[in-house]
Structures are given as structure tokens and as C-alpha cells.
């Protein structure tokens, strides 16, 4: 359970997050709003990237702000970015296995660990392969590997399905909907397709101008007309 | 639900993928082909040449050596250092005041020096971490500059006493002592080349584990790193010290190569020009060391030899810098290649446009 | 304690100090002059221009050329090096300039390395070292001057201290109030968002690296006549300037001003110290390492990837 309290990030006059409160229960949980809404900033929030003006986050009854930021992978904490950060030079292994290495996680069951993961997100055939000669496609699934490898508490995909094609986001869905079962991990997903966050989230909450405007049942959500409007703005006007 | 139940029995393969070994092949296979390589260079080379060309060697094997360190900094993590000269000579310094203090064996001396320097290296680097990369070059290049001025006043031991070893009017200075297996000097061309072949090796095996891992990623991105848990800062020391403990290391050996050290011979252009060496050579290579050791050692004996001014070797540096960072990012060793295999293809599609053009039209 | 003591007992009296105090305002107005070039060029273009010392150290020893072998009238011959360092920094920029555009701006700072290579090399050999020949420049305003207290100011000093100060009040106004300096600001901060507003990017750009020289060469006739006319000299003075600029984080154009007149005035008020005078030459790096520490503590992650 991640319990969000009154949230503020500032940058100059900017105010990215305005006293969000949330609580992510249980699951996989979507995170929803129009560009510029602040999810991005959450989510570098939980990472320790962005120190929030006030607010707090507990995370399993942990004050996770309290952390430095490395350790909080070691904690459990793992994420993808929007850009892609797969490193370019080492193999499918060495990225995914790089996170077990430093998340002090018992070396003996590395090798299973990292494969059990490589292979969730089906690149079995290209374990061994430089990241560097794959695709846009191939490349999210090795972060998303990356994200479930070991031991993780909670899973933070930012925009995971972004610029990829009908059939692979689909393939994503299949996976994501599978990583409480596989990993037991708490999971947060932002991104803009909504099909895809309503296949895989029970529950998905609203941002919009860094304030929560809804939270609930991931169907009723998105029929409430507050998220609508804030959605679609000028089209409900015109 | 029944999607989930489909992705188990679809994830789990059949047979099972693969394991990696744990120390890449590739390891092992360089370590193989540098210590072919060494032998080699130590039997053949002073057979074949004068010695003038072996002492010239003796500096390559040094410069490479540097190159090696800086190539860390550089091409590993990304960061750049313009006071490397500076540290090669702190190097010197310390072998040279413990090799006229003490009677200790060439090699405690060497391995005194790259830790001494280590430590001098990474109290510089724990400051300059903080700063982003620009602003960690300037106060480098600016603290090279410092200890040119510190080496100026304070001048290389010759056998005096005190905490300097320096002393001014001395009329008979004494020439720094060699292992006593390589006193002469294809024997210590040969010393040189070991020494240097173990600091390969160990730059190897760094960026072949773990740390070179935690490279890979701090160079590709930094929140990227810290969000899988690696501790930049720990690592990008990390690589300070392993630079400085080989440069260190090489001033070691360099004290003994020239045998009489003299602060004018250690100027803050010289931390510039190798940067530009590294980068000619090829900064994300092991190999490109080498090639940097030769461009900065052996070009200018070959020069001096055949009566050209050394200068235009640094006029010649500055393009190379300019043509690298402009077009060819990753030097002359991933260049080389790629250029003559497209010069290849090019004779190629020559010899084919002239063998069709042959042909008799019907 | 000893060496505190010897320190303290071996402090020069203020009647010593005074005439280091004008040569360090002098020098600072200087660093401050090409500090401010420095800032200027990187904030419109992003090259922190690290061949600024050797620009300015080839102008000098051209101008040296002209008076001194070709007979040519003084103020001609330095306004050909201020008029060399421009061009030869424009060229620079127009070349290079948008070869690395998009580059890391620690790319583009070492590319300068490069020029100050091929500068440094070529001064080598047409102006060698060799024979023990020193080279000098003195400008006719060494011989006049006046007397302030007790001590001989040249009116050398006094030009040296007004470029400083000029060079900073002029940029100030200039960035504030000129289409020109508008548009710089502009592209200090986002190039291309600028480029779309309609301002001539390459040609703002051209005037930025032009200026700079101009500016390179000017404290390199300046540094010749009060520190020495040597090539590797002049060219790694630019560090004084440089620990200025970095003390001023790279921005602020008034601390810059501050930072360097304190820098020439530390470095010279140690000059009389005998126990120090040696070191004295650190002062740039001493207070630019220690006012890095204290203002750089606080740092944002970027996540741009880095270069290398």
C-alpha cells in the first residue's frame, strides 16, 4: 500500500504537484492525465530524482522519502522511463542482471532470478544479444524486465506502451497483467492508452495541474465527467 | 484471469535459454591475446631495434599506460579529466622519493606510488564528483595547472633530504635506481612492458564486471543508474581511483626510465595533449591506449629522428581532436576498420564497374 | 604551530603590499575582461571557448612581429591582433560552430582544446624558444602614469582596471537593453525555441564568437605587457579567467567582475609573502575549487544522456 499525503513540487514558479493526496492500494494501479499533469514528477518523486516542498509518501509502511535514492531499488523500488534507458553496450543479461548485482540480492539464485525475468518478457532468444542491435520494441521489454527482476515491492512503468504498435502493446498488457502473480510486486502504470490501463488496472487515479481530481475502480473513472472533461476539454466545449 | 494463465504457459519456455558464463569468454580470450601480444613485443622488439627506439618504447609503454587510465574516465563513465599529466607526475614524485629513501624493491615502489597517487586522485575526485562534467574538467585542468606550480617550487627528489628530497646544491645528483633484474635498458624496456600488461589486464577485468557495468549505465544515464540501484557516486570514484592508481603506477615506472625527473619536463600542456591522444586513439577501447601511447611517444622519437620539429605533431594532435570529436567519435582503433573496409568495398565496386564496363555489348 | 608563527612573522607591512595591489587590480581588471568574454560566448553559443588564452597569446606575439621586424606603427599593429583575434575565433565558430550544435556542451568545450593545440603548435614554430630570446610588449602607456600615496601607478593600470570594468558594466547594459543582447539571452536559453521566434541564430551567434575574440585579443596584448609575452604563458592564464567564470557558476556577468578582481589581487598581495610567494600562482584554482564546493552543493540530476 502506497499512501501519498499532500505532495507539493515546485520548480520556480511552476507547480508540477499541488498537494496530491493518494493512497494506491493494492495491485496494479493506473495513473492517469493529460500531458504535463505531473505523473512524470510523481513518479522521479518516488525515485528521489525531484525533492518535493512538503508531503509525504509511505510505501508498506515506509517513509520512503527518507531514502537515498540508490538504495531505494535496493528497498524494491524499480522503474522504466520514458525514454528509453536500456544500456546500449552491455547484453539483455548484463542489463537485467545489473539490477540484481546492486540490490544486494543472494548471487546463487542470480542467474535463475535473471532469466526467470528475461524470459516473462519473452526475449529468451536474444539473452545474449547487445541491447544496441535491438529494437524500439524489444528495448521497453528489457526495462520491464529490469522493473521485475528479483525481488521488487513496487513497480513504477511510465508510459510503457508509448510509439509501440497495436500487437506489441497488446503483448505489454499480457505481460504487465502478469507481474503480480509473477513477482507479488505492487504496480503503477501511466500511460495514455486506455485500453491498455483498463485491461490491467483495477483501480486508477486522476491527475490533472498536479492536483488528484479522482481515484477509484478503473471503470468509473474513466465515466466520471470531471476526468472526461479534463480529458477532452475543448472537444466536450466545441 | 485467463489471459494471465496464457502468458505463464507462454513465458515458460520449453528448453531452457541459455545461461551466460559468469567472466565473459572475451575475457579470457584478451587476456590470451595481451599476453601473446607482450611476449611478443618483449623478445622481438629489442632485438630489432636501436636504442633509441627501445628507450622511446619504454615511454610508450608508460604513456599507454596513462592513456589506459584516462580511457576510463573518458570512455567508461564519461567524464573528463584535463589533469592527468598532473597525476602521472604526482606518480613520479612518489616513486622517486621513496626510491631515493628507501631500499625497497622496484616493485613495493611501484605499488606505494599508484596508492599514494589513488589516494591523492580520489581526495580530488570526491569534490569534483558533485559538479557536472563541464565544471569537472575545468577544475581539473585548473588543478593541473596548481601542480605544475607546486612541482616547480617543490622540484623532483635528487637524493636530498627532508619531506621534498630536493636539494639545490648538489653537485654530483645521483640517477634513480632500476629493479635489479632490468638495469640496462632493453631489460627495463622489458620491465616496462609487463608492468604494463598487468595494469591492462586489470583495467580489463574492472570493465568486464561489475563496476564496468555500473559504468555502462552512469555513462548512458544517470537517473537511469540510481534507479537500478547503483550507487553513481561510489562508482564514479571508483573509476578516479583505478585511474589514478595506473597512472601512478606509470610514473613509477617512468622514474625509473628516465632515471633524472626535472619539473619542466611536466606542463599543463601536457594533460591536454594527452586528452587529445585518448580521443584520437579511440577513448571507449583498450586497444585505443595503445595507439595514444604511440601517437604521444613514438611520433615524436620518429620525428626528432628523421630531423622534423615536434610541433607539428601538436598542431597535428589539435586536428585530430577536432576531426574526432566532429566526425568520428569513437577514434582511430573503431575507424581504422570501418575506413578500410569501405575503401575496401569502394575497390570493390571499381574492379565490378570496370569488369562490367569490360564486357562486350552484344 | 611553527609554520604559522614563521608565517605571521614574515607578513610584509602594508607600505610593501600596496604596489602588489596595484599590479593585482590591474590583473584582475583583465581576468575580469576576458572572464566576461568567456561568460558571454557561452551563454549564446554554449562553448565554454578554452583557446581564449592562446588566441589571444598568437595576436600578441604577431603584434610583436610587426613592430618589432616589420617596423609597423604600434596602435596598428595591436589593433591587426585585437582585429586577428576576432577572425581567427569567428572562423573558428563558423566552422565548428554548427558541426557540434547539438553536442554535449562538454564536447564543444573540448573541441576548443583542439584549436588551442593547433595555435600553441604553430606558435612553437614560428616563434621558438630557443636561445634564451625574450620577447616583450610594452605599451606606450607604461611610461606615463601618476603617483597615488606612495606608489608608481602606470596608466597601464589604470586601462587594465577600466576594460574590467567597462567590459562589465557595457555587457551588462548591452544583454539588457540591445535587440542583439536580447536575443542572446534568448538563446542562452533554448536555441531552437529562439531559432522559431524568427532571430537569426547563426548570425547572433557569429557576433557572440567575433566579440569573444575581439576580446581574446585584447587581454592578450594587455597580459603581455603586464605579465610576460610567452606563448604557453598567456595561454594558461585563461585558467585566472576560467576560475572566475566557474565561480560565477558560468552566469552571473557582475560576480565574474568580483571574482576576478579578487583572484588578481590575492595572487598579488601573496607575492610578497616569501613563504607563500611560490604558490601564489594556485590562487585561481584555491578559490575556484573551494567556491565550487560550497555553491555546487545542491545539484539536479539531468537526464540527458551524457556524451563519451
Known amino acids: ?238 | 484471469m485467463a489471459s494471465t494463465a496464457q502468458l505463464t504457459s507462454e513465458a515458460r519456455p520449453t528448453s531452457p535459454p541459455s545461461a551466460p558464463p559468469r567472466l565473459e569468454r572475451g575475457f579470457w580470450m584478451r587476456a590470451a591475446i595481451i599476453a601473446v601480444a607482450v611476449l611478443l613485443v618483449i623478445i622481438v622488439l629489442p632485438q630489432i631495434l636501436s636504442l633509441y627506439y627501445v628507450d622511446a618504447m619504454t615511454q610508450v609503454a608508460v604513456y599507454a599506460v596513462v592513456a589506459l587510465g584516462l580511457g576510463v574516465l573518458v570512455g567508461r563513465v564519461g567524464l573528463i579529466s584535463l589533469g592527468q599529466a598532473a597525476v602521472l607526475a604526482i606518480g613520479a614524485w612518489v616513486a622517486a622519493r621513496l626510491l631515493f629513501a628507501t631500499s625497497l624493491p622496484y616493485e613495493v615502489v611501484l605499488l606505494a606510488s599508484g596508492v599514494i597517487t589513488m589516494l591523492l586522485g580520489t581526495i580530488v575526485g570526491l569534490p569534483a564528483l558533485r559538479m557536472r562534467g563541464l565544471y569537472l574538467a575545468l577544475i581539473t585542468l585548473m588543478l593541473a595547472g596548481a601542480i605544475t606550480v607546486v612541482l616547480a617550487s617543490l622540484n623532483f627528489p635528487n637524493g636530498g633530504h627532508g619531506f621534498s628530497g630536493y636539494n639545490g646544491a648538489l653537485l654530483h645528483i645521483p640517477p634513480l635506481r632500476r629493479p635489479g633484474i632490468a638495469q640496462t635498458d632493453p631489460a627495463y624496456f622489458r620491465y616496462s612492458v609487463v608492468v604494463a600488461a598487468v595494469m591492462f589486464v586489470l583495467v580489463l577485468f574492472h570493465v568486464r564486471t561489475k563496476p564496468g557495468r555500473a559504468w555502462a549505465a552512469i555513462r548512458q544515464s544517470e537517473p537511469a543508474a540510481l534507479a537500478a540501484g547503483i550507487n553513481t557516486t561510489m562508482y564514479k570514484l571508483w573509476a578516479f581511483a583505478l585511474a589514478s592508481f595506473v597512472t601512478g603506477v606509470a610514473g613509477g615506472v617512468l622514474a625509473g626510465a628516465v632515471r633524472y625527473l626535472y619539473s619542466i619536463d611536466f606542463q599543463t600542456q601536457d594533460s591536454i595533449t594527452l586528452l587529445a591522444v585518448v580521443l584520437m586513439g579511440g577513448a571507449y577501447s583498450i586497444w585505443g591506449a595503445i595507439v595514444a601511447g604511440l601517437l604521444l611517444q613514438l611520433l615524436p622519437a620518429i620525428l626528432n629522428d628523421i630531423g622534423v620539429s615536434p610541433d607539428w605533431l601538436v598542431i597535428l594532435f589539435g586536428i585530430g581532436v577536432l576531426q574526432v570529436l566532429t566526425t568520428a567519435p569513437t577514434g582511430i582503433v573503431d575507424q581504422m576498420p570501418k575506413d578500410i573496409a569501405r575503401l575496401a568495398r569502394f575497390i570493390g565496386g571499381l574492379a565490378r564497374r570496370s569488369s562490367t564496363a569490360k564486357e562486350p555489348a552484344p | 604551530m611553527h609554520p604559522l608563527i614563521h608565517l605571521a612573522l614574515s607578513l610584509p607591512s602594508w607600505q610593501d603590499e600596496q604596489p602588489f595591489l596595484v599590479t593585482g587590480l590591474a590583473l584582475g581588471g583583465v581576468y575580469a575582461l576576458s572572464g566576461v568574454g568567456m561568460i558571454v560566448l557561452f551563454r549564446t553559443t554554449g562553448v565554454l571557448n578554452l583557446s581564449f588564452g592562446a588566441v589571444g597569446a598568437f595576436g600578441a606575439l604577431i603584434a610583436w612581429q610587426l613592430i618589432n621586424k616589420s617596423g609597423m606603427n604600434q596602435w596598428l599593429a595591436y589593433l591587426i591582433c585585437v582585429l586577428f583575434g576576432g577572425v581567427i575565433t569567428l572562423a573558428y565558430g563558423m566552422v565548428f560552430g554548427p558541426a557540434l550544435a547539438r553536442r554535449d556542451a562538454l564536447v564543444k568545450t573540448t573541441a576548443t582544446l583542439g584549436l588551442t593545440l593547433i595555435l600553441l603548435g604553430v606558435m612553437d614554430l614560428l616563434w621558438t624558444s630557443n636561445g634564451g630570446m625574450s620577447r616583450s610588449i610594452s605599451l606606450p602607456t607604461d611610461n606615463h602614469g601618476f603617483i597615488l600615496g606612495q606608489i608608481q601607478v602606470t596608466t597601464t593600470d589604470v586601462i587594465a582596471l577600466a576594460v574590467g570594468v567597462v567590459i562589465t558594466v557595457v555587457t551588462t547594459l548591452f544583454l539588457r537593453y540591445s535587440k542583439l543582447g536580447t536575443a542572446m539571452r534568448a538563446m542562452a536559453n533554448d536555441r531552437e525555441i529562439t531559432a522559431t521566434l524568427g532571430v537569426p541564430v547563426r548570425r547572433v551567434e557569429a557576433a557572440a564568437w567575433f566579440g569573444c575574440g575581439i576580446v581574446a585579443g585584447l587581454s592578450g596584448i594587455l597580459l603581455a605587457d603586464l605579465v610576460a609575452l610567452d606563448a604557453t604563458t598567456l595561454t594558461f592564464l585563461v585558467i585566472s579567467s576560467l576560475a572566475a567564470a566557474l565561480i560565477a557558476r558560468l552566469s552571473s556577468i557582475w560576480v565574474t567582475f568580483l571574482a576576478a578582481i579578487i583572484i588578481g589581487v590575492v595572487d598579488a598581495a601573496i607575492t610578497p609573502i616569501t613563504s607563500l610567494t611560490n604558490y601564489r600562482d594556485m590562487t585561481p584554482f584555491v578559490l575556484a575549487a573551494v567556491a565550487l564546493l560550497f555553491l555546487n552543493r545542491r545539484r539536479t540530476l539531468s537526464l540527458a544522456r551524457q556524451e563519451f
Open chain 1, 1 to 238: 500500500m502506497i499512501e501519498v499525503s499532500d505532495l507539493t513540487v515546485r520548480f520556480g514558479g511552476v507547480t508540477s504537484l499541488d498537494g496530491m493526496s493518494v493512497t494506491f492500494e493494492s495491485g496494479t494501479c493506473g495513473l492517469i492525465g493529460p500531458n504535463g499533469a505531473g505523473k512524470t514528477t510523481f513518479f522521479n518523486v518516488l525515485s528521489g530524482f525531484v525533492r518535493p516542498g512538503s508531503g509525504s509518501v509511505k510505501a508498506f509502511d515506509e517513509n520512503l522519502l527518507a531514502m537515498p535514492h540508490f538504495r531505494r531499488a535496493r528497498w524494491g523500488l524499480r522503474r522504466t522511463f520514458q525514454t528509453e534507458q536500456a544500456i546500449e553496450n552491455l547484453t539483455v543479461y548484463e542489463n537485467v542482471a545489473m539490477i540484481h548485482e546492486h540490490s544486494r540480492l543472494s548471487s546463487s539464485t542470480r542467474q535463475d532470478d535473471v532469466l526467470g525475468a528475461i524470459s516473462i518478457v519473452g526475449l529468451d532468444d536474444v539473452t545474449n544479444t547487445r541491447v544496441a542491435t535491438l529494437g524500439a520494441g524489444q528495448r521497453r521489454l528489457v526495462e520491464v524486465a529490469r522493473a521485475i527482476v528479483g525481488k521488487p515491492k513496487l513497480v513504477l512503468l511510465d508510459e510503457p506502451a508509448a510509439g509501440l504498435p497495436e500487437a506489441e502493446t497488446s503483448h505489454l498488457g499480457e505481460i504487465i497483467r502478469g507481474i503480480p502473480e509473477h513477482t507479488g510486486a505492487m504496480t503503477i502504470l501511466v500511460d495514455h492508452d486506455m485500453s491498455l490501463v483498463s485491461s490491467c488496472c483495477q483501480n486508477t487515479a486522476v491527475l490533472d495541474f498536479g492536483k488528484m481530481i479522482a481515484s477509484g475502480p478503473t471503470a468509473e473513472v474513466l465515466r466520471n465527467e470531471q476526468v472526461v472533461r479534463a480529458y477532452l476539454g475543448a472537444e466536450e466545449a466545441a
